[in-house]
């Protein structure tokens, strides 16, 4: 926008939304994939790619799309333009399949819990140090 002032009102809704949703639904998801508990040790690497993968493909499309739709009102920019929305849907679909399977009771995740090496079998509270 300070290359080409001329142009900040077809860039300025871009921008904005790849500040705001871009940012912070990519903040938010790595947070989120990275803190949440994994019950059982589970991994979800591939999950984890589809995801970036579709967020980041969706701000993409939509920095090429908008823009280009915004100054010509073409179809074909329109096209990516709304594109761009089903690919930043098809991440948040994604993410929610993979945190449905971290997102667990206490008891499940402690019934998933490895036992600790060293650890005592059957104690009780009672006869804690």
């Not at 639904?25 to 591939?46: C, D, F, H, N």
């Not at 969706?58 to 908008?66: A, D, K």
């Not at 089903?86 to 449905?100: D, E, H, N």
């Amino acid at each position: 926008m300070a290359l080409w002032p001329a142009y900040v009102a077809v860039l300025q809704p871009t921008h904005a939304h790849l500040g705001t949703v871009g940012f912070f639904l990519s903040m938010v998801m790595g947070v989120a994939y990275w803190m949440l508990p994994r019950p059982g040790g589970i991994k979800q690497t591939r999950l984890e790619m589809i995801t970036f993968l579709f967020l980041q493909a969706g701000m993409l499309t939509r920095v090429v799309g908008e823009p280009w739709w915004r100054a010509t009102g073409s179809a074909l920019p329109h096209a990516l333009f709304m594109a761009s929305g089903g690919l930043v849907f098809a991440a948040v679909l994604s993410f929610a399949f993979a945190m449905r399977k971290r997102i667990v009771s206490v008891e499940v995740i402690r019934a998933m819990a490895r036992p600790r090496k060293g650890a005592a079998g059957g104690r009780s509270g009672d006869d804690s140090p």
